[in-house]
């Protein structure tokens, strides 16, 4: 059941991220955020949680729009959070210009700090959808819906809050507290051409098992805002045994000092299907190759997807004998036309394994 909030809740405004460093003395504790360097506009956010317990604590999955010369008045940011306070239920939120948001709560059959599960939204340019292991759980549609339209950067971040009517009292005892991620996988929108979410209308674009930091992807944040009692800082965001810890700890003891993680703690394993290679070039002028391995006989669609959605060029091979194969694009779309320059992902296809890469055309 759903427990809908005013949807100029306030409470809902303390938990936004306004990312701009905070003069002054520092802050009572240190907690963690991990964000990606790239933004993106429309998708399927996923990933395997287990959540931060006990009382005064956010933990979280977002995306946020970083604030540029109209401040607030621009807003854009879709939430999961889990506030330590709750062990049956987690928020919900959408913000929009002005600040703007529309607040509501999960109820869960148990507690998201004691088990892994995985959690997801969809955002679309019609609606804005949240998903507990699979199953659709809260959607949004309306006005402001449409207003959720600039490109975001992908964020998980453990902090304490001040506000304890919002999220309770932290008792310093508790600490260290962690948030653990297992993976984290992101799809792009492209309606009627995907093979994944609601109504097959994403494709998986990138996924990250957490084995180690990327950070050709993500960044460690070094800030924080009126609100949030903690300085983030790098070292309590710690990559260890194939998994994302974001650590709220004290100023004196950062770092993850809990039992060790590896292999055997993760819920479960991933089926192991084909695998597309890096394409090369890339970036490419007149050519771009890809080699697929572990393949099943039978057959195998290519998509050149743009930016935008739209399915530029599409190749069905029926008799696919090996389990390898090459293929190469040369930057032309269905009726042979030269596309212009820009980046296009590359969606392989074969019964229900689906992957793809980002490529980028210079002319």
Not at 89 to 94: D, L, P
Not at 182 to 206: H, I, K, M
């Amino acid at each position: 059941m759903l427990q809908f909030i005013n949807q100029f809740n306030r409470y809902a405004i303390i938990a936004t991220i306004l990312l701009l460093t905070t003069s002054g003395m520092a802050k009572d504790y240190r907690g963690a955020e991990y964000r990606t360097i790239e933004t993106v506009r429309y998708g399927r956010f996923e990933a395997r949680i287990k959540s931060a317990p006990h009382p005064g604590t956010v933990s979280s999955l977002f995306t946020y729009h970083e604030l540029g010369s109209a401040g607030v008045a621009e807003w854009n940011e879709i939430d999961i959070e889990f506030l330590g306070r709750y062990t049956d239920r987690f928020q919900v939120n959408t913000i929009t210009d002005w600040q703007a948001d529309w607040v509501q709560f999960v109820d869960l059959d148990y507690d998201p700090a004691s088990e892994f599960h995985d959690y997801a939204f969809e955002w679309t340019p019609d609606y804005i959808a949240w998903f507990v292991d699979g199953e659709e759980v809260n959607r949004q549609t309306g006005p402001h819906v449409g207003e959720m339209n600039r490109y975001q950067k992908i964020m998980m971040n453990l902090w304490p809050s001040t506000n304890s009517a919002w999220v309770g009292n932290l008792n310093p005892s508790d600490l260290p507290i962690y948030a653990i991620y297992d993976w984290f996988t992101y799809s792009a929108y492209v309606p009627g051409t995907g093979s994944s979410g609601t109504g097959n209308n994403f494709v998986q674009l990138w996924h990250d098992d957490f084995n180690y930091w990327d950070a050709s992807r993500w960044q460690k944040a070094t800030h924080t805002w009126d609100g949030n009692n903690c300085d983030f800082t790098p070292a309590n965001a710690v990559l260890t045994g194939g998994f994302l810890v974001l650590c709220l700890t004290t100023p004196s003891n950062t770092g993850y000092s809990g039992p060790p993680l590896s292999i055997d703690d993760h819920p479960e394993s991933v089926p192991e299907g084909f695998q597309l290679s890096p394409a090369w070039p890339n970036p490419f002028n007149d050519q771009v190759n890809f080699s697929i391995n572990n393949l099943k006989p039978g057959s195998i669609r290519i998509d050149i997807i743009d930016i935008q959605g739209e399915v530029k060029y599409s190749q069905l091979r029926s008799d696919v004998s090996s389990d390898y194969l090459e293929f190469s694009w040369e930057g032309k779309d269905d009726l042979g036309n030269a596309l212009p320059s820009g980046s296009y992902i590359c969606s392989v296809t074969q019964a229900r394994n689906q992957l793809s890469q980002k490529i980028l055309l210079l002319k």
